[in-house]
């Protein structure tokens, strides 16, 4: 954005700190009636013909702009990779430990790439990979997107998971609308069910 001197231009099209139109005027003229007010002569529309300048408080502008574009960026979600590593002949425990982590980094908004690593004579069996690949999409399918199938890349075979956008949300609803009463009936299901009297 030009400001003040900054605009060389003969003639300008000015709007005051309110939006109220002045006019068309030569641009030494609207600098004079910037300055009377204190304030700034701003160009906001540089390829309208004439260009659109706004007497305004510059500092005050951008400190409240500056302002937003950091709200926004506390606002932004950063998505990061997270690696399960497996083996091909992993115990069921330890599978249900690696799930585990997959299922918190998945709530936590994260991907997930899962990594089956060979060793030796296990290369010679990638579908024992395969398979535990599939197991472990199979378990987190109601949170995830496979977002890349299995690949076998050297002596590791990689999948990713991505979250399903609207999981979360339903997760949080249904634990807020389901405590369970004494009577083994969810209070949600106690307020919505018709009354008999």
Request: with cysteine; aromatic share 4%; glycine share 4%.
């Amino acid at each position: 954005m030009r400001i003040n001197d900054e605009i060389r231009i003969r003639e300008v099209r000015v709007t005051d700190a309110n939006g109220e139109q002045l006019g068309v005027m030569l641009t030494k003229d609207a600098l004079k009636l910037a300055e009377d007010k204190h304030l700034d002569l701003v160009e906001v529309a540089p390829k309208a013909r004439p260009p659109v300048c706004r007497i305004m408080d510059f500092g005050k502008y951008r400190y409240e702009q500056q302002k937003r574009e950091k709200e926004v960026r506390k606002k932004q979600k950063i998505i990061t990779i997270k690696e399960v590593k497996l083996r091909p002949n992993i115990e069921q425990h330890d599978f249900e430990v690696k799930l585990k982590n997959a299922q918190r980094f998945i709530e936590e908004g994260n991907k997930v790439k899962v990594t089956i690593m060979f060793r030796g004579r296990e290369l010679s069996h990638p579908e024992l990979g395969s398979e535990i690949l599939t197991k472990l999409a199979k378990a987190l399918e109601e949170f995830v997107t496979v977002e890349r199938n299995a690949k076998l890349e050297g002596k590791n075979m990689t999948m990713i998971l991505s979250p399903k956008a609207q999981k979360a949300q339903k997760t949080k609803k249904n634990t807020a609308t389901s405590t369970t009463t004494k009577g083994g009936v969810s209070s949600a299901q106690n307020q919505d069910a018709p009354s008999n009297s």
